[in-house]
C-alpha cells in the first residue's frame, strides 16, 4: 500500500481475510479488516473501507489482542480510529470527524506506542488541512514532527514537514513553504513511499497558485493526475479534477473548466463522498452563476445542499470560500 501498489495490496487484503476466516483466527481479522480499511480508503471507496474499520473496532479485543501492535507495527485500534476520520470527513460527516480525533491522539499516547501516535497525528493534520485549519494543523505537524524526530522515523518526519510547509504558505511566507514541501515531498519518496503523493503535490500546487505561478500548478497537477491513473489512488481524484478546473477557469478555457468540474461531480458521486461533490458542485454553481444561468446554479447546488444534517458552519464556508476565489 504504501508503495502505491494499490491493486496487489487489495488481493493481499482479500487473502488474509479468506485466511483467517478459514481458520477462525480473530486476530488475523482484526489485521485483515485494518489493512482493507487504509487501503480502500485510499482508493476512494469510503464507505466500505468505513465498514472494515468499524468491524476492527467491534472485533478488537484488548486481553487477546495485545500482542497485534508489536507484531503489526501499529496498534489496530487506534489506526483504525484514525482512518475513520478520513473517511467520515469524505463521505460529509465533517463533524463526527473532527470529534474523534482528540481522543484517538490520546489514546495513542496512553497506549504509549509511537508508531501508532505518529499514524494518529498525520491523519488528524491531514483532515485539518483539508478543513483549512492552518492552526490547528500547524500544531499536529509539530507534534508530529516531534515524535518522528525523537524516534527517528523518517517516513513521519517528512509527512508533518510537508505540513509544516503548507501552513508557511498559509500564513503568506510561501517562498519557504515551497521550499518545505519540495524537500520533505522528496524525503517521504525516498522511503519508497508513493501513496499519498497526489495529494502532497496538490499543496504545492496550491502553494504555486497563490505565488501566482498558475502554468507551474498546471504541471503539478497533471503529474498528481497520471499518479492516480498509473496508482489508482483515487481518494483525491475529485479535487484534483476540481483544482485543475479552477486554474484553467483563470486562463479563460470556460469549457475546459466545467469538464473538469462535471468530471469531479462524477467521481465524487461514485464513491459517495459528499464532501468532495459539494465542493465540486459549489464550483459548477459559481461558474453557471458567472454566466448568468442562476437558476441552473441553484438547481445544482440545492440537493448537496440539503443532503447535510452536519456541519453546516463547514458546509457555509465552502460555498463562502468557493465564491471568494478568484474566477
Keep these: 500500500m504504501i508503495r502505491g501498489e494499490l491493486d496487489l495490496a487489495q488481493r493481499f487484503d482479500e487473502d488474509l481475510l479468506r485466511l483467517s476466516h478459514q481458520r477462525n483466527d480473530s486476530a488475523g481479522l482484526v489485521l485483515g479488516h485494518l489493512s482493507s480499511g487504509r487501503t480502500l480508503m485510499s482508493v476512494g471507496r469510503f464507505a466500505s473501507s468505513r465498514t472494515h474499520l468499524e468491524e476492527v473496532l467491534a472485533l478488537y479485543d484488548p486481553v487477546c489482542h495485545r500482542s497485534l501492535a508489536h507484531q503489526a ?7 483504525s480510529l484514525a ?3 478520513i473517511d467520515l470527513f469524505c463521505l460529509g460527516f465533517p463533524d463526527q470527524a473532527l470529534a474523534r ?15 501508532s501516535l505518529a499514524v494518529s497525528l498525520a491523519i488528524d493534520a491531514t483532515v485539518r488541512a483539508l478543513v483549512g485549519d492552518s492552526a490547528a494543523a500547524r500544531e499536529r505537524a509539530d507534534q508530529l514532527i516531534a515524535v518522528a524526530t525523537e524516534q527517528s522515523f523518517p517516513f513521519w518526519r517528512a509527512q508533518g514537514t510537508i505540513y509544516r510547509g503548507w501552513v508557511k504558505v498559509k500564513n503568506s511566507d510561501v517562498a519557504e513553504g515551497i521550499s518545505l514541501l519540495r524537500s520533505a515531498s522528496a524525503a517521504w519518496r525516498a522511503t519508497g513511499a508513493e501513496v499519498w503523493m497526489p ?3 496538490a499543496l504545492l500546487a496550491g ?3 497563490i505565488a501566482g505561478q498558475i502554468e507551474e500548478a498546471l504541471i503539478l497537477l497533471d503529474d498528481a493526475l497520471q499518479i492516480v491513473e498509473r496508482t489508482g489512488e483515487r481518494w483525491f481524484a475529485a479535487e484534483l479534477n476540481r ?7 483563470r486562463h479563460g478555457q470556460t469549457k475546459a473548466a466545467e469538464e473538469l468540474y462535471r468530471k469531479a461531480l462524477n467521481i465524487a458521486e461514485e464513491q459517495e463522498a459528499k464532501l468532495w461533490e459539494l465542493r465540486a458542485a459549489v464550483s459548477l454553481t459559481q461558474l453557471r452563476r458567472d454566466q448568468g444561468r442562476q437558476a441552473e446554479a441553484r438547481g445544482l447546488l440545492a440537493p ?9 458552519r463547514h458546509a457555509r464556508s465552502e460555498r463562502s470560500k468557493s465564491a471568494a476565489r478568484p474566477a
Design 73 to 79: 507495527g501499529l496498534h489496530p485500534q487506534v489506526v
Design 83 to 85: 482512518f475513520l476520520e
Design 101 to 115: 480525533s482528540d481522543a484517538t491522539i490520546t489514546e495513542a499516547r496512553r497506549l504509549a506506542h509511537p508508531p
Design 199 to 201: 495529494y502532497h503535490i
Design 207 to 209: 502553494a504555486y497558485e
Design 243 to 249: 483544482h485543475k478546473g479552477q486554474l484553467l477557469l
Design 304 to 312: 448537496i445542499n440539503a443532503w447535510f444534517t452536519e456541519g453546516v
